[in-house]
């Protein structure tokens, strides 16, 4: 099993719609993670953080749940401009380890006018 | 302020040749990574530094990969007698210190390995 899974895609969409990507993570003690953004041919950069109350950043919302071990991330109102593969990483070690991140195979957006 | 780069952008090999990559992270950032990402797959951690030091060289996949970092700084990824295989984009990158989970990785453009 991989430590990080994620559905590939792709989601194709159209502009104004809400979509949500999922990923499961397996190791139990992972204290951190992350959603990072990339686009073709181009570097990761992050998204944001997941924290585990849940959290907005604009029309991007990123929910946590340790209990089922699952992350989610939901896209309001999609524009063009999101159109990318979206990456789900976590950190597996947690405090007291270092900044090592497992990163999924990523989700691939498509929006469409 | 400059971010991580890497150099070549791309490199196309033949089988068998050895391949430098170098990585110059952002200044004053004491970690850095390298990860290697095959067409549409994820990326794969291969080797992190903190300092001049590789705590962590689970990632490289074979004793045909190396690396080193000088200086605190410039890191190069050395792949010997390389294979079809290897072919990727190696990514390299640098956070402010290695040792909080919290601390964001910022990535350089990646090198695009071809061997032929």
């Known amino acids: 099993r991989k430590e990080v899974e994620q559905d590939p895609g792709p989601f194709n969409v159209p502009e104004g719609a809400t979509v949500a990507f999922n990923c499961t993570y397996s190791n139990s003690a992972s204290q951190s993670f992350f959603w990072y953004r990339q686009d073709c041919r181009k570097e990761p950069k992050l998204l944001m953080s997941?924290?585990?109350s849940g959290n907005e950043d604009g029309r991007f919302t990123a929910q946590l749940n340790r209990a089922s071990q699952y992350i989610s991330l939901l896209i309001r109102d999609s524009k063009l401009s999101d159109s990318a593969t979206y990456l789900c990483v976590v950190n597996p070690l947690g405090s007291g380890g270092y900044n090592k991140l497992i990163f999924g195979a990523g989700t691939r957006l498509a929006v469409h006018p | 302020g400059a971010g991580v780069s890497q150099s070549p952008s791309n490199k196309v090999t033949e089988k068998g040749k050895d391949v430098e990559l170098r990585c110059d992270p952002i200044s004053g950032h004491t970690a850095l990574y390298w990860y290697r990402q095959r067409l549409g797959q994820g990326l794969e951690f291969l080797i992190y530094?903190?300092?001049?030091?590789?705590?962590?060289k689970s990632g490289l996949p074979s004793d045909r990969f190396s690396a080193e970092r000088t200086g605190g700084s410039v890191s190069t990824l050395t792949i010997q007698r390389t294979q079809q295989e290897d072919s990727a984009v190696y990514l390299c990158?640098?956070?402010?210190?290695?040792?909080?989970?919290?601390?964001?990785?910022?990535f350089g453009p990646g090198t695009r390995l071809t061997v032929l």
């Open positions: 997941v924290y585990s």
């Open positions: 990158a640098s956070s402010s210190t290695g040792e909080s989970s919290y601390n964001e990785q910022f």
């Open positions: 530094f903190q300092g001049n030091s590789a705590p962590d």
